[in-house]
């Protein structure tokens, strides 16, 4: 064999080899280049994705809770009416509406309303409440009796019974006058850790006499 072809068909085949050496090198390139490509538009896409999904666990717990309360509101609220139908002699106050309800006491019907509730540097709370009284004749003495706690809750595992055993109660005695045809301000100061131990508020009135004029 000749050697100058000898020698060039060696070169040719050396050529050969290092041209296809470097086009696999430049596809290895092009695939690594795309490769980081992807990883780098994949990765805002899925921390966009689990934002979005966040948000979502987010709105989704939120509206969750609002219904639950809502549902919970209304059956206090339907439990507060019940319990008022059944007996006049006892009232739910609501401390952060000053409209005005009856109450049946032992000596007639008068008007509680709650006028405004202040948190005193002892860590007690003062509720500020006006008796009205409609009646013909002034009233010497009289005692209220409240109940106190959180609300109820329906549908947790807890039951009435169980709830108002939980529930703090006072006594409060006045000597003062609950006078007609007016509104008679009382204060009485409820010790309670925070408000909403106040949530929930019993009433009930009694009066010790009654003075009428003598013909």
């Known amino acids: 064999m000749d050697t100058r072809k000898y020698i060039s068909a060696i070169m040719m085949l050396a050529a050969a080899l290092f041209l296809t050496a470097d086009v696999q090198a430049q596809n290895i390139e092009n695939r690594v280049n795309a490769l980081e490509e992807y990883v780098e538009t994949f990765q805002p896409t899925l921390i966009e994705f689990s934002e979005e999904l966040q948000n979502n666990i987010q709105k989704y717990t939120k509206g969750l809770e609002q219904s639950l309360q809502n549902y919970s509101d ?4 339907q439990l507060n009416t019940q ?4 007996d006049k002699k006892m009232i739910v106050l609501d401390l952060n509406n000053p409209a005005f309800q009856s109450i049946e006491s032992n000596a007639g019907n008068f008007l509680i ?3 405004r509730v202040e948190k005193l540097p ?7 409440m006006n008796i009205g009284n ?5 009233y010497k003495g009289f005692k209220i009796k409240l109940l106190w706690g959180t609300k109820f809750y329906p549908g947790y595992a807890q039951k009435v019974e169980e709830w108002r055993e939980t529930l703090t109660g006072a006594e409060y005695t006045f000597e003062g006058y609950i006078r007609k045809g007016v ?10 850790p925070d408000t909403s131990v106040l949530a929930y508020v019993e009433m009930e009135l009694a009066v010790m006499s009654v003075e009428l004029k003598a013909n």
Request: net charge negative; hydrophobic share 35%.
């Open 74 to 77: 209304q059956l206090q609220e």
């Open 122 to 128: 002892t860590g007690e709370y003062r509720v500020y």
């Open 134 to 138: 409609y009646n013909y004749a002034d």
């Open 113 to 115: 309303s709650v006028d």
């Open 183 to 192: 509104w008679n301000q009382v204060e009485i100061d409820i010790k309670a």
């Open 83 to 86: 319990m008022k139908s059944l």
